[in-house]
């Protein structure tokens, strides 16, 4: 009998579940295009950057070098310019993200005095590119510098050689699909579970469900359960598109995986009967887990934004933020290799709170009105 | 009896299609100035929608109508200037105090700010909520809001006020109180255009009009309806009409 | 007699305001009971508490001769429809009422006698989404829903609220002949005229309860005259009757005026003169028996 009832519970969830056809299409919908969106739009990585070349010296050595910059595949000349006037203008453009100032009497200088000046001029509206490039450009100099020096014995130079590791290429959509993954599940888990159950709240079928013999744990666990599956599934295809699209890896073990996420979804769903518990209405609920869940897990979970580069009070809030435990466990996992050895600790930091929102879902969720 | 001749709604064929439902399917009916003018009908028989082409809210799929001497397909605009509105659930903001809203109210019929002051102070006093008047809404009792939202509905003078269901679930003192304030607009010329479920309601209209399906099958005083369908109250007029002779939906 | 539902002195607040205030009385087997206030006399709140969907500050209640600590016990045997037609929008009928079977641990094959004089109305729709219902359905399935696992007692907190007087009437029919089969029925509304529908009904006007009777006995018990006058001029008889003396109230009533006097000052003689002195014609004065509404009204001034 028991059984029966808490089986027509669920048949009904899933009812709501796949009649609501728009609600399925976003929730499919939205981790696809986010995916493809980090796949190939937004991106790290340095390509075809506008160079402009100031050359006052016009010699061997400012020639040899502006022919290695532009010969990688990262730079392509967009102007040469004939004075420091020009410098601003040509930023002031937006289209010159890099200027090379090579002074007067360049190769005389380095051949007499051993010193050559070379000036990298850089647009820094978006430090993170401007970085990345002025890296680049260095690095072509010091290469240059390197092959002028191969002759002479002396001085020796220290060699550094420069590897990103686990994501050779820098491509971002290795750092976004642990992000979005995390995303998804906080959005169907929290936020669903929460409407859902707040929209009994406002038709009143709830009030009716009270008086019926469904104890409280069944009605969770009927909520729980579908949307587990959902967010389950909705993982799984995130995970298939960026392994088959992008070739993200899974250098770790699948199952320790899959677990993880088990793990990471039953901590949000507590949080979605927690929120509709305090909730009164549909719209309150949606607030509550944009406002309170969504946000902090975007901002502070290290998703966007790396966790090491925000100020210390951030941090430390960052430590009660589920997603942050989840995501870097993801990305050990999957970018790193990494086994149970490694994540054991994050693991149990997530395990803890699954269980007190559990406790405390479960405690304020009861068959009651107030 | 008032003898005005001048009708200040006037709707001929009026129609509304949903896709292939007809849910006002061809009304025609005059409503005089200073008039209390009871809109009866049962669920779904297309009371609302009726109102909301009336007031602007909805066009009409067809048909041809004036609403204060504007047109309701080219004039809408002025209509809603020169109409009060009244939905079932008041529309009162429940987290400002009584004069915020009729600040607010007055403020969106575009009311100058001295003739508002004027304004809110008579209408406060007119209800004698002179000791609500900073009090949240959520905290004055149900008939003082029903009250007040009537008085706010009519901030602007309007020259007909639609009304859609106002007393329903409201005390019988407090429900005879709304009517006397029914009757004091009336008698200033403000026409009335009203919805109930209470019969006996029906019976303090001037003329009713009963809608069944989407038509209008009665429209007449309640004595003559009365006369016409040989009914003891207005309740037996209305099971006469409304009761459908094939399945009950 | 049996009694099913046996209340003693339940009270409950909400901050400040007392939505129930010891609040009394006891529904016979196979009665039809009514509770009649305005909205926010605390109907809901009472139907919650004696449901177990809420708890009281204090009092207690018997429903089916269990206390409502037994919530096991007292849930699995009444019927709550709540206020708002408690369905599902986006789920079809049949499933609306599948559902409800179920999680009450039957079928609906098992409880169709019980249902099937209202749900053969519904039979025609039985896939359309509950949503999609009008009005008069939705109460209808809403009924279906609440009956579906045989309750003993069954709460219906205001179900004609907002419906049309013919699906009304309706319904009370529905209900006078579930009460044949035996089932206690307890029902709230706003509508003072459906009061002579129930067996026995209560007043209840901001959480306290005015009087308790049947609804005959209630009029019966108005201690004073009802007089009903109508004129040609309406109008104006709504002033001119205020200037009458000795009328302890003044209300209309439909056509009439319902004037409410001492029985000792009560002459429609008097009154009538008065009306022509005041120059009205095609005047009606007749003393006539109160309804539930003047009780209501009188019984309201009194507190």
């Known amino acids: 009998m028991n059984r029966r009832r808490f089986f027509g519970f669920l048949q009904k969830e899933f009812r709501h579940i796949f009649r609501d056809r728009r609600t399925m299409l976003i929730l499919f919908g939205m981790p696809i295009v986010q995916i493809l969106l980090f796949g190939f739009a937004i991106t790290n990585e340095i390509k075809n950057v506008n160079v402009a070349v100031l050359d006052k010296a016009h010699d061997d050595v400012s020639h040899d070098i502006t022919n290695r910059i532009l010969s990688s595949e990262y730079f392509h000349l967009y102007q040469n310019l004939n004075s420091e006037k020009e410098i601003e203008t040509a930023f002031q453009s937006g289209k010159v ?47 240059y510098q390197q092959d002028l020096n191969k002759g002479s014995k002396p001085p020796a130079i220290i060699q550094t050689e420069v590897r990103m590791w686990f994501n050779e290429e820098l491509k971002g959509v290795y750092l976004f699909v642990p992000g979005v993954m995390t995303i998804i599940m906080m959005l169907v888990s929290a936020m669903m579970t929460s409407i859902s159950l707040a929209r009994e709240k406002e038709t009143g079928t709830l009030e009716a469900l009270m008086v019926s013999p469904l104890k409280s744990w069944q009605v969770i666990l009927g909520k729980v359960i579908p949307y587990l599956v959902l967010s389950f599934s909705i993982t799984l295809v995130t995970l298939g598109l960026s392994m088959f699209v992008f070739h993200v890896p899974i250098r770790g073990n699948i199952f320790l995986l899959l677990g993880e996420v088990l793990l990471f979804v039953i901590t949000a769903l507590s949080f979605g009967i927690l929120i509709s518990s305090i909730a009164p209405n549909q719209m309150a609920a949606m607030l509550i887990s944009m406002m309170g869940l969504m946000l902090p897990t975007i901002i502070l979970s290290g998703y966007i934004f790396p966790i090491d580069n925000m100020p210390v009070p951030l941090q430390v809030i960052s430590n009660i933020i589920p997603a942050r435990w989840f995501i870097s466990m993801l990305r050990d996992i999957m970018l790193k290799g990494a086994g149970w050895s490694v994540v054991w600790k994050d693991t149990c930091v997530l395990a803890f709170m699954a269980v007190v929102f559990l406790f405390l879902a479960s405690r304020r969720f009861k068959m009651k009105l107030r | 009896m008032k003898q005005e001749t001048e009708n200040i709604i006037e709707a001929i064929d009026l129609e509304k299609k949903f896709g292939s439902f007809t849910a006002v399917n061809k009304i025609s009916f005059q409503v005089k100035r200073g008039e209390v003018f009871g809109f009866l009908g049962a669920n779904g028989a297309g009371k609302t929608t009726a109102i909301k082409m009336l007031i602007g809210l909805w066009s009409p799929t067809s048909g041809k109508a004036t609403v204060a001497g504007y047109d309701l397909f080219t004039e809408a605009n002025q209509i809603r200037k020169n109409i009060g509105y009244m939905a079932q659930r008041f529309s009162l903001y429940e987290d400002l105090t009584v004069i915020e809203n009729i600040q607010f109210y007055g403020g969106i019929y575009g009311l100058r700010k001295n003739i508002l ?40 003078k309007p020259k007909i006020v639609f009304l859609d269901e106002p007393t329903s679930g409201v ?6 109180q709304f009517w006397d304030l029914i009757y004091k607009a009336a008698e200033k010329g403000t026409t009335i255009f009203v919805t109930t479920h209470y019969m006996d309601e029906s019976e303090y209209c001037d003329r009713v009009s009963i809608m069944v399906d989407g038509r209008i099958e009665a429209l007449d005083t309640p004595s003559q309806l009365k006369k016409q369908f040989n009914a003891e109250s207005m309740d037996e007029v209305f099971l006469k009409l409304a009761r459908p002779t094939g399945i009950q939906i | 007699m049996n009694e099913r539902v046996i209340a003693t002195n339940i009270t409950k607040s909400f901050r400040s305001t007392k939505a129930l205030d010891a609040v009394s009385f006891s529904v016979n087997e196979g009665e039809l009971f009514g509770f009649i206030g305005p909205d926010g006399a605390g109907k809901s709140t009472l139907f919650r508490i004696l449901t177990t969907v809420m708890n009281a500050d204090s009092g207690d209640a018997l429903v089916d001769g269990f206390h409502l600590k037994d919530e096991i016990a007292v849930r699995s045997r009444v019927g709550y429809m709540p206020g708002k037609f408690s369905l599902y ?8 009422l599948e559902f409800f079977a179920k999680v009450f641990g039957t079928t609906v094959q098992e409880n169709y006698s019980i249902i099937k004089e209202i749900y053969v109305r519904l039979e025609p729709f039985k896939d359309r989404r509950a949503g999609k219902l009008s009005g008069g359905m939705k109460q209808k399935l809403a009924l279906c829903c609440a009956l579906i696992h045989k309750p003993r007692v069954l709460f219906l907190d205001e179900p004609t609220t907002g419906v049309d007087p013919v699906s009304r009437r309706e319904f009370w029919e529905m209900l006078g002949r579930l009460k044949q089969s035996g089932l206690t029925i307890l029902v709230s509304t706003p509508y003072m005229d459906e009061a002579s529908r129930c067996d026995r009904v ?9 009087d308790i009777d049947p609804p005959g006995v209630i009029t019966k018990k ?41 029985k000792e000052n009560s002459s429609t003689e008097k009154i009538e003169f008065f009306l022509k002195q005041q120059g009205h014609q095609h005047t009606e004065v007749k003393i006539i028996e109160a309804g539930i509404e003047d009780c209501f009204m009188h019984l309201m001034e009194k507190s």
Do not use: C
């Not at chain 1, 978006?126 to 072509?140: K, L, Q």
């Not at chain 2, 006093?125 to 149900?142: Q, T």
């Open chain 1, 97 to 143: 993200k890099v200027v090379v100032v090579f002074e007067n009497n360049l190769a005389k200088n380095i051949y007499s005095k051993n010193i050559g000046n070379i000036q990298i001029i850089s647009d820094a509206t978006d430090p993170n590119t401007a970085n990345t490039i002025v890296a680049y450009t260095r690095a072509i100099l010091l290469n």
């Open chain 2, 171 to 176: 005390d019988p003192i407090t429900r005879r």
């Open chain 3, 222 to 262: 108005f201690p004073l005259h009802v007089i009903a006058v109508k004129s040609d001029n309406m109008q104006k008889l709504r002033k001119d009757i205020l200037k009458v003396e000795d009328a302890e109230s003044v209300y209309g009533f439909g056509e009439f005026l319902h004037i409410a006097m001492k």
């Open chain 3, 202 to 210: 209560a007043l209840i006007q901001k959480g306290k309860i005015l």
């Open chain 3, 89 to 96: 929008p986006d789920l079809s009928v049949q499933e609306n």
């Open chain 2, 117 to 156: 002051k004027e304004r809110a102070e008579e209408l406060i006093s007119e209800l004698g909520m002179e000791s609500f008047r900073k009090e949240l809404i959520k905290n004055i009792p149900l008939g003082w809001k029903q009250k007040l939202a009537l008085s706010v509905a009519m901030i602007h």
